[in-house]
């Protein structure tokens, strides 16, 4: 069986073509431009690959509301051309199968659970820290959606005691992404994090952001493992000091072996699916509409 | 449809019976004593009652994880003889039908999104806020259990410039219970929150640690609705200064006519099913393990 895989970023895009089994059969990548020119180049990849599937993990925000009229639309991007555009429906007038539709980090979250280091289970967070910081949520075996959808890169942050920087996101100023994601570390240090050497306080300050949002998430959804991704943890050095952080603050209050030394090595960790995290989600999601279309 | 309600409480347990439409025919109450004469109470009240379902919402932590052998378990309570103690296992020696069993917060959350403020809703999130603070978590039409089920009265706050008050949480000091719970207010202001006038600051400062733990769970979780529960919250004025705080926190991140002016009063709402709220929750999950049943 084959099933389109659809990673639609706000810089580029990438087409890819997989199996049932999560596999990457193929792929290619094009900067994202107007809707109308990068929607053409999707549909022009996808026409004669009889695919029986298609899922889209898109940058958002996005509408992800079945009930919504606007369903399936690109809402409030700064991306030129975009605002309120109807990227699923569009595709949909082109192919006339199953199409799953979510957002690129929840799509992520699938892709581990289905086949990555979240592998069997029915929970887990997925945190992307980048650019920026993004979350996806999958929590008993269903991608979280609710009201609008997940944002949980823009949760509020206690200032570690020696940081003076006053953060970066523009509605926040100091939330875990204004203090934590790429353009903050290189703001913070004038030098780009990929720069810094990996003894440099700068991580232990990073760890310090993140482990204490990650601590905030245990506490309300107890997901049953936490995968970090993105390009700063590629820095993974950070894994150590943020399991420290994390155990720090819960100081023993939620008593599972997951989160006691020993456990946490296994319950925090890198993305297994590596480069094909993104579109491994996507095939994820395609692979659930087939499913669900079948069922009903 | 007879349907006994069980809530189970640290301090007095709660038996009842209902129907499948969430109304509450009969109550009684005794206080919680050792396990076994506890539960030996409750055997007694539904012995001749025929209700063909059961449904407990406990006080915690118990085990929630249906795959292991400790599910029904009260865990690691300090509360003498209840350590460990198979609630579940032993209700099921005297009664052959289909027992629910979750938090208390859970099944209050469940209990609002079958009849209450969230009637209709697939996601809700309830908080009880009084002499402690904890969080029912009702998101995709599923109770979040995860790893062991969530505890987000702990997550952590941002201190308020005004605020010297240490905190009141054993394992954490300064978290939103430590800071916003009755015993917190209490011990900051050395009188009892319900003796405290409706304009006094207390409350602005109870409102901006409710308010910032909202806005953390609206950005990790994106609920349909919040209810806030609980002694603390029967002091009304708290409403408009949460909301407040609320919308001062996101600054218009997250942009949706719920988090509106004018919208934000329907979005974090008492609850309606006021003091059946607990009954009704263990009479939804009553209701809820009598359909899995029939459909199992």
Known sequence: MLIGAVEAGGTKFVCGLGNEKGEVLDRVSFPTENPEKTLARVIEYYRDKQVEALGIGSFGP?????????????????????????????????????????????AAALGEATWGAAKGLDSCLYYTIGTGVGVGVFAEGRMVHGLVHPEGGHVLTRRHPDDTYEGKCPYHGDCLEGMAAGPALEARWKVKGSELPADHPAWEMEAFYIGQALVSAILLLSPKKIIL??????????????????????????ATPALEIGGIDEYIVPPTLGDNAGLCGSIALGLRAYEEARQS
């Not at 009930?67 to 699923?88: A, E």
């Open 229 to 254: 991704g993105g390009g700063v943890m590629h820095q993974l050095q950070l894994f150590p000091l943020i399991r420290e952080q994390v155990r720090a603050n819960l100081k023993g209050y939620v």
């Open 62 to 106: 996005i509408n992800i509301d079945r009930s919504s009229p606007q369903y399936g639309h690109v809402t409030t991007t700064p991306k030129p051309g975009w605002v309120n555009y109807p990227v699923l429906s569009e595709l949909k007038k082109s192919f006339d199968i199953p199409i799953g539709w979510d957002t690129d980090v929840n």
